[in-house]
């Protein structure tokens, strides 16, 4: 019993356009800063920064799934690699969000002055 070569080229370009189209949207985005985004927070952050992080891990989601052959692994294994994924970014939004915006508040707030 032989296996036969099954060639990826469509799904590889097609996984190549989409994530070039994201990173064009993304470069877009920072060059133009929309001022309906960039101006309005949510969660103490910008909605443009949402959006970033939003993008970025749909690309990664995709250099996952495609590139490193998720797709063809049994669930046990993809969940093995992808939930602690989850919870580590899940965790280090929570820190940049609580810390960030706490060094925001005592700098806006007190007499010590922005030195970086």
Do not use: D
Not at 64 to 84: D, I, Y
Not at 85 to 103: D, Q, R
């Amino acid at each position: 019993m032989s296996h036969e070569h099954v060639s990826n080229t469509k799904r590889i370009w097609t996984v190549f356009g989409l994530l070039s189209v994201i990173t064009i949207v993304e470069v877009i985005f920072g060059i133009i800063k929309p001022e309906a985004l960039h101006m309005n927070s949510f969660m103490a952050m910008s909605l443009l920064n949402w959006l970033f992080i939003i993008l970025t891990l749909v690309k990664a989601y995709f250099i996952v799934w495609a590139f490193m052959h998720m797709e063809g692994e049994k669930s046990t294994l993809r969940n093995a690699v992808v939930l602690p994924v989850i919870f580590l970014i899940l965790y280090l939004l929570f820190i940049l969000l609580t810390e960030g915006n706490y060094i925001y508040e005592v700098f806006k707030n007190s007499t010590i002055k922005w030195n970086f």
